[in-house]
């Protein structure tokens, strides 16, 4: 009985939302980087997209997030070609964070978060009380309330980086797809930007990432992909596909793998060429 | 805000008021307060019916067309040193004024769409150059294209005006920038397109704040940038050529009417954009009537007494 009370005072899930590419081929010009690629996103995870530099990470974050335009094949949102979408329906059900981000000098971080609700907002009307009610939501997962009206410049790369995913929280999308969202930010910061990711999972959103760092990969995300040459060498949990071979064939160094004692993640250790 | 907004329409009516009251000429301010009162001489009723008013509205209305444009330039361009006249929006209006003239159009006639219709080819061809190498959406090749189409086309003015006389001397006045001498009904004219543009940049207005956030960014939110870029550049075309008919090729407004906008109100440009349509014309009234009681009693040019006015600015 108690069981079935939390499952019902549980607030409602947004439906899940699958995202998938079918043969699908992207790059920049004549530059193509990602060749027939079939891969669905695992719903209600943190998926990492590891690889060496310029392997397709960004570029296939990029289209997955119709940034980019597939050079062949498809993206597609719930079965439906991301493409023939209306934008605006796109951008409430997904939200991207790339990896380089600018604001106008003087953007408060409050402005910023509630640039999160315009795919919300039909033309004709300003600002709703459901807003409102979600941009204090966003804010307060972020750890930023007390902070909303201080200037984005003004914050540290962690505080501001906060603030960016904030605005993605804001869109209120089930899936956010987060293209190297800890570059950049000191071990504290990358800590505090891991674990407010790993929080949005328990609201039963989907998250895509691009990472650097194998053993944060490894730490915080359910499903890793890694990527070689525009192509996925593998994907499956930390656990199952860290091995040191996956570690070589990926940057060519060698390493062991080890167990963390702490909490199982696999570590990699006496890391060599 | 709204205190602000108070302010500026506050300052924005004591300068209209001194224009209407201070100037050239043998109307004193008190003789052209009583006028406003209701009484007055004939010929002070003359001097400010017929002659301040209508310099004082052309002024209202070159001053909101100005700083809006700027404003949306700026946006458009992401970088706060664009301004209208880079887009080779004005230099393509007065080349469209001086061709009109000299195929026989007398400065009375003068259309103000031809000069509107000058700022949209000018634009257009500045649009259509900047995307021929598939750049279309690089606002720096923008800029730079429109600033060699504008030198282009205010060379081949110039030329027009070395070959005949009478287009010079009617044009001299005008292509140095002035609100004096224009009648109501070009304005008018000029209504139904600031109407247009007025509606569009409401139209607009949301998806361009997201702009400022970067390509990727308004995207993800679900705009598409390159029609907003287009819908913008048309906007300021119908601004910037509706101002240029008026009162000539005006510079600066454009240009500093949006920086002490975003001092005042902050980055976004749903906030500031209202205040450039107060401080356009506080900026333009204030420089015209400046120029009227500086070298009393000629009539100065507005081209030099702008920045005059802005030179403590800096």
Same mark, same amino acid.
């Given at each position: ?273 | ?67 809006? =444009?700027? &404003? @949306?330039?700026? %946006?458009? $361009?992401? +970088?706060?040193?664009?301004? /209208? !006249?880079?887009?080779?929006?004005? *230099? ?117 704040? =997201?702009? &400022? @956030?970067?390509? %990727?960014? $308004?995207? +993800?939110?679900?705009?598409? /940038? !390159?029609?907003?870029?287009?819908? *913008? ?82």
């Amino acid at each position: 009985m108690k069981a079935l009370a939390t499952v019902i005072t549980q607030p409602a899930h947004p439906p899940s939302t699958a995202l998938s590419t079918h043969a699908l081929s992207a790059g920049h010009g004549k530059h193509r980087v990602i060749e027939s690629l079939d891969f669905a996103l695992p719903e209600n995870q943190v998926t990492a997209i590891v690889g060496p530099n310029g392997c397709g990470k960004s570029t296939l974050l990029n289209t997955l997030g119709r940034i980019l335009a597939p050079q062949g094949g498809h993206v597609l949102l719930d079965g439906i070609d991301i493409h023939h979408l209306p934008s605006k329906q796109v951008a409430q059900k997904l939200a991207l964070l790339p990896q380089e981000t600018t604001a106008p000098e003087g953007m408060t971080v409050l402005d910023l978060v509630r640039f999160g609700r315009q795919p919300h907002q039909p033309w004709y009307s300003q600002w709703s009380a459901e807003d409102q009610r979600i941009v204090k939501a966003a804010l307060k997962a972020a750890n930023l309330l007390d902070m909303q009206n201080r200037e984005l410049d003004k914050l540290s790369g962690g505080q501001r980086q906060r603030a960016w995913i904030a605005m993605a929280i804001a869109q209120d999308t089930p899936l956010l797809l987060l293209d190297e969202p800890t570059s950049a930010l000191d071990l504290g910061h990358q800590i505090e930007v891991f674990e407010l990711i790993r929080s949005l999972i328990t609201q039963g959103k989907t998250v895509a990432m691009v990472v650097h760092d194998l053993l944060n990969a490894a730490r915080y995300a359910d499903h890793i992909v890694a990527m070689h040459e525009g192509a996925i060498i593998a994907q499956g949990s930390p656990k199952e596909i860290l091995t040191p071979e996956l570690v070589y064939e990926l940057y060519q160094v060698r390493c062991d793998v080890i167990n963390d004692p702490v909490n199982g993640a696999p570590l990699l250790v006496n890391i060599r060429r | 805000m709204p205190i602000l907004l108070l302010g500026c329409a506050a300052l924005l009516l004591l300068t209209s008021l001194a224009s209407l009251l201070m100037g050239a000429g043998d109307t004193t301010p008190w003789q052209a307060l009583s006028v406003l009162l209701g009484a007055g001489t004939e010929d002070a009723r003359f001097v400010l019916f017929e002659l301040r008013l209508p310099r004082t509205l052309v002024g209202l209305v070159t001053g909101m067309a100005l700083g809006c =444009a700027g &404003a @949306l330039m700026q %946006t458009l $361009a992401r +970088n706060p040193l664009a301004e /209208p !006249g880079l887009l080779g929006v004005s *230099a393509g209006s007065a080349f469209a004024v001086t061709l009109a003239l000299l195929l026989g159009a007398s400065s009375a006639s003068l259309s103000v769409y031809v000069a509107q219709a000058g700022a949209l080819a000018g634009c257009l061809i500045v649009l259509s150059a900047a995307r021929l190498k598939g750049v279309g959406n690089d606002p720096i090749r923008l800029v730079l294209a429109g600033a060699t189409l504008s030198s282009l086309l205010l060379a081949l003015t110039s030329l027009l005006l070395m070959f005949d006389q009478r287009t010079a001397d009617e044009i001299r006045f005008w292509i140095t920038g002035s609100v004096a001498g224009r009648d109501l009904a070009s304005l008018r004219h000029l209504l139904p397109s600031l109407l247009v543009a007025t509606a569009l940049t409401l139209l607009i207005i949301r998806p361009l704040a =997201a702009l &400022a @956030l970067g390509e %990727t960014m $308004a995207t +993800n939110l679900g705009h598409k /940038p !390159g029609r907003i870029r287009l819908t *913008a550049v048309l906007i300021v075309a119908l601004l910037v050529g509706a101002a240029t008919a008026m009162a000539g090729p005006i510079m600066f407004v454009g240009l500093v009417v949006p920086f002490i906008a975003r001092a005042l109100a902050g980055a976004d440009i749903r906030r500031y954009l209202a205040l450039c349509l107060f401080i356009g014309p506080i900026i333009l009234i204030g420089a015209d009537t400046l120029s009227r009681i500086l070298v009393y009693p000629l009539n100065y040019p507005l081209a030099y007494s702008l920045p005059l006015l802005a030179l403590p600015y800096y």
